[in-house]
């Protein structure tokens, strides 16, 4: 033990450094560049910039050779002198394409995600959708005319529309806690593609800096800062589909950027019954630089969204000719939601060692659905259409300070991030009733009020020992849940707290500055609805995730990277509150298994080749044999595609998805057919002009995007049925699309 205390002490006050080259990271305009990589290919030390573009590496000596390396930048190579490490070395980095050359392997836990950085820079988002499909082996669908949150899989997971990923946009979290609809309900529709400059994601619950919902992984995107050029696209395409957006630098001064985004999309889908499908994005961005070492963004946004739905149609109707694939048995669901948002980030420099990261928000949503699943099974007459509605209000806020270059004795190199927060939501008249053509009505099945907080606090260290990373770390995390009943006659406020210990270790073999080895291990959870937590009086609320991840990245030569992961995932027993019934059911332990690999392969300047495939086995622990399945979960998904960038005045990407078969229910007796879909797009520009052709589906596939085994009756059935009920996926779907940059 004393030999414990002794070595904590020596990290906590050691002061002794080693030699360090540090300095500053601008464009070719001098503007500040975050996040560039900074490599001492001789010592096997790295680093990187901060928002400010200032950094620092240690165990530099003379001689060495640093390469600073940032995605869409000429790379540099400095060879150390005597110079650079008596003043500050200041580095500019000049644009030119992105390629898989500019990411350097360093020991990182979330590595993989700057590969993939790549894809995203290549062939950028062209809708909402393809934000999430960007992360390899996750996979969405859409089931509810375009308006409501993607349906999830991931890791062997249905993660439903969030439950087992946490989502966040620059600090601001999408995931809604005990939501009308469903546990973790992200709505990403808010954010408008063009505005994206990066993602950043990681699998499993391995990051401290991550809590709830953190349990298949997480993923933060980040929006641009600035604009080099004001923009505007006008899109047109079949379906009467038509979308407008425009990216406007409002402010552009040595101090102070300033720009403003906005995106209105129309269309009524391939549906027999027109969606009526409007959304309005309006995003205002600034950013100013309090001095070299400060910078303070300020972020608003607003977005609603209507829509009308067709819903999962039975299989049966459709092989009966009642309706078409693209028909309805309830063409009166849809919905109406908005959410306005207003963020505050701010980042402060101590020293050259020590920064400062704040972050504030608040967000007003607004939803209401309307669902019909089950049609006529439980009520004959007025059939079983569902509303689901809720008022909202998050505010949250935190802190983190971030120290690095300790050098301790023995060459070991550390460095910590501490941080602190807390996120409260209160949520008003949240209801499920049942309704009648989305104008009456019949019952309130559940009706009341949430108020909700989570503060946390979370240390993640970092120990470097020659090709050694060691990454300990803790997360600590306290719930306060209540909820008011609405429906009863007397007052009725219950209340629960509960608090979650989350540990992780993460270990990183470098063998040489092209391979590196991992192995990850930790603890997540995701919190459960406020009325699961009242009605199971606290017990199992914060189901516990132990997962372990074993893997490499390998870059045979600079323009290959190949990395292959095998992972595990335990979740413990937990209850769900099923928003569509209002009821609370048990779910057992699960228990997955799997293997991720990929490659990505940069063959000529302007062509790239990538690849993912995904294998996941889960099952129910506790269920026998044969009745075990996991509803849903994919077992086997790849994606990939070929991409090329700048070919003459030409770019453009042929990409492909592909879904396995898979258990719609418990004992395999029902299935989840697979698919593959190809899409494409292309574009030519000349001057300031781009003019771009989009294809969806470009083989006219026949598919489902979602499935589900549901039991229903149609209205003149004397029987119920259980069978897939499906939402057919996009037939081939051609949009145009011109763009000026000005």
Do not use: C
Not at 123 to 133: A, D, G, H, Y
Not at 261 to 280: H, K, M, V, W
């Amino acid at each position: 033990m004393k030999k414990i205390i002794t070595v904590f002490v020596i990290l906590v006050v050691s002061v002794s450094y080693a030699q360090n080259l540090s300095g500053r990271i601008v464009d070719s305009e001098g503007n500040p560049l975050s996040d560039v990589g900074v490599f001492n290919k001789t010592s096997g030390s790295h680093s990187h910039s901060n928002q400010s573009g200032t950094y620092s590496l240690i165990k530099t000596s003379i001689k060495d050779s640093v390469y600073y390396s940032s995605l869409g930048y000429k790379t540099v190579l400095v060879v150390v002198d005597d110079a650079d490490l008596n003043q500050q070395k200041n580095i500019t980095l000049s644009q030119t394409n992105i390629s898989l050359e500019q990411v350097v392997l360093v020991s990182e836990v979330n590595t993989l995600s700057k590969f993939v950085d790549v894809d995203i820079q290549i062939n950028p988002v062209k809708s909402s959708q393809e934000i999430l499909r960007k992360v390899p082996g996750l996979i969405i669908g859409q089931h509810a005319g375009g308006g409501k949150a993607e349906q999830i899989f991931l890791r062997g997971f249905d993660i439903d529309h969030g439950t087992d990923v946490s989502i966040n946009v620059d600090g601001i979290p999408v995931n809604m806690v005990s939501h009308a609809h469903g546990q973790g309900y992200s709505d990403l529709h808010f954010v408008i593609p063009e505005t994206i400059e990066g993602i950043n994601f990681g699998k499993g619950p391995y990051f401290a800096n991550h809590g709830d919902f953190t349990t298949a992984g997480y993923i933060d995107l980040n929006l641009r800062k600035t604009l080099d050029n004001s923009l505007v696209s006008l899109e047109v395409g079949q379906f009467n589909t038509s979308r407008f957006m425009g990216m406007l630098k409002v402010l552009d001064t040595e101090k102070s950027n300033a720009y403003v985004a906005s995106e209105l999309y129309l269309t009524d889908g391939p549906f027999n019954s027109p969606q009526n499908f409007n959304r309005i994005n309006v995003m205002a961005r600034y950013n100013y630089k309090l001095a070299a070492d400060e910078d303070l963004t300020i972020t608003a946004s607003h977005f609603q969204s209507k829509w009308d739905a067709s819903g999962q149609i039975p299989q049966r109707a459709v092989d009966e000719g009642l309706i078409d694939r693209f028909g309805a048995i309830d063409d009166t669901e849809g919905g109406e939601t908005s959410r306005t948002n207003l963020s505050v980030n701010h980042f402060k420099v101590l020293d050259e060692n020590r920064a400062v990261k704040t972050k504030a928000f608040i967000s007003q949503y607004d939803f209401n659905l309307f669902s019909n699943f089950t049609f006529y099974l439980d009520d004959p007459v007025n059939g079983d259409q569902i509303e689901q509605k809720e008022s909202r209000v998050i505010v949250g806020a935190e802190s983190v300070f971030e120290r690095n270059n300790y050098e301790l004795g023995n060459n070991i190199h550390f460095e910590y991030q501490a941080g602190a927060g807390f996120r409260y939501d209160n949520v008003d008249d949240m209801q499920l009733s049942h309704t009648l053509n989305r104008k009456e009505i019949l019952e309130r099945y559940a009706y009341g009020d949430v108020d909700e907080v989570n503060t946390y606090g979370f240390v993640n260290t970092e120990f470097k020992i020659g090709k050694w990373t060691f990454n300990p770390a803790v997360r600590l995390d306290y719930f306060k849940f209540d909820y008011y009943n609405k429906l009863t006659n007397v007052y009725d406020n219950k209340s629960e707290s509960k608090v979650a210990v989350s540990p992780k270790l993460n270990t990183i073999f470098s063998v040489n500055s092209n391979w590196q080895l991992f192995l990850k291990t930790g603890m997540g959870f995701h919190s459960n609805d406020a009325r699961v937590v009242v009605a199971n009086q606290g017990e199992d609320i914060l189901p516990t995730a132990y997962g372990a991840d074993l893997g490499t990245i390998y870059k045979p030569f600079n323009k290959l990277a190949l990395n292959a992961t095998l992972w595990w995932l335990y979740l413990d027993q937990e209850f769900v509150y099923v928003g569509d019934a209002a009821i609370v059911e048990p779910s057992g332990e699960t228990r997955r298994l799997g293997v991720d690999i990929g490659a990505r392969y940069q063959v000529l300047p302007w062509l790239y080749i990538y690849a993912d495939a995904n294998y996941a086995h889960g099952r129910s622990v506790n269920d026998p044999d044969g009745e075990n399945y996991i509803p849903l979960a994919p077992d086997f998904t790849t994606v990939g595609g070929i991409s090329v960038e700048n070919l003459g005045n030409f770019s453009g990407a042929l990409t492909y998805r592909y879904v396995d078969d898979r258990p719609a229910n418990e004992d395999n007796s029902i299935i989840a057919e697979g698919y593959f879909v190809t899409d494409f797009n292309i574009s030519y520009s000349w001057k300031n002009w781009t003019y771009g052709i989009i294809i969806e589906n470009l083989l006219d596939t026949e598919w489902n995007e979602t499935q589900f085994a549901t039991e229903s009756r149609l209205f003149d059935e004397p029987a119920p049925v259980e069978e897939i009920h499906f939402t057919p996926g996009t037939p081939f779907y051609l949009r145009g699309k011109i763009t000026v940059a000005f």
